[in-house]
């Protein structure tokens, strides 16, 4: 079976064998706060900030969703308001939960097809972003976080594209993701990247009233330790992933390209056409299609005969569009066999 599902979708096929060598090691029936464990942690930590070029002053942790990344960010970093800017189904998500919990909150909500203006402001203290907006296939420039040049902390949700392409994180300061997308693991881990602002602005508010508040995360993290029984298994399949994978600037070569020749491929080789019509917005990890009811639903059930699994459209695209994930698990050959599909 070959799946371009984004979410959860494929793992990387080596997650196998950790699985068998996780049992044969023994962690998985450690105490979490054995040497066994915090040593494990630790590089863990170490190969992902290595491996995806995160800088050496930005800190690591792991939650249990990218979901829990967006509560934290209002319990222990908003001082009084956060903007959110989104144009798809994520960003919306994370602005209606973000107002249960923040004292003030607003949004500007823009047009999918259109780049997102470079003339925004706010007074709020924390911007919130979705850099990858997995629900219509676009995505955001890091060069626009930069232009942003603001006193505020930008927060980016990068849930299906970190792992697949090389991000500039000094353009912000919060990110986060999960690991059941692109960064091709079994679901059930969120991870939450901070920059040294982002750890001052924590330890200015002080919020220390969750089990999941920042500051506590941080002082159990500081020992390689977690604020909560955690998901062992999670850790050491995303440390033998990382252990496995190129650096992410072989991985995001790769992706782009096959992202390239894909968009091309879809407008040039087929009868179907492209979601996102402004190519300067088109996301490079999330692919969405677009056809009749009838190509669609045909397409669908060809796929099916033929082992594949397509995404769904969401929400009110669900029967005139497919999406397909470009995560770095799927391999060169599955495209190829998706593209024969797509050609008939
Ligand atoms: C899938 C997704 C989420 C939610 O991830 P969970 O792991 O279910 O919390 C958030 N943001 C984006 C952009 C996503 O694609």
Known sequence: MTTFYPG??????????????AMNEGILSQNHRSKAFMEMLEVCILVFK??????????????????????IISQSLVR???????????GEKWFEYASRLSKET?????????KISESLSTDADVWC????ETSNATQ??????????SEALIAVDVTSSLGGIELDWKSGDIWLASVQKCLGLPAGMGVMICSPKAIKRAEEIGERNHYNSLLFIRDNFKKFQTHYTPNILGIYLLMRVMQQVPDIQAIDTHIKSRAKDFYRFIAQETTL????????????????????????????QKAKENNIILGNGYGAW?????????????EDWEFDKLKTLLRQ
């Open 318 to 330: 669900k029967d005139t569009t497919f999406r397909i994930a470009n995560f770095p698990a799927i």
């Open 273 to 300: 056409d492209l979601l996102i019509t402004n190519e300067e917005v088109r996301s490079e990890t999330v692919i969405a299609i677009k056809g009749t009811v009838d190509e669609i639903s045909v397409l669908k």
């Open 50 to 71: 290595q491996k995806k070029n995160i800088p050496d002053d930005y800190e690591v942790y792991f939650t249990s969703s990218a979901t829990e990344c967006w509560e």
């Open 140 to 149: 955001i420039e890091f060069s626009f976080f930069n232009k942003l040049n």
């Open 129 to 132: 972003f979705t850099q990858n």
């Open 106 to 114: 607003s949004a500007t909500n823009f047009d999918f097809q259109e």
């Open 8 to 21: 959860p979708s494929k793992v990387y096929p080596q997650v196998a064998t950790y699985l068998q060598d």
């Open 80 to 90: 009084h308001h956060s903007h959110h800017v989104f144009n798809g189904a994520f």
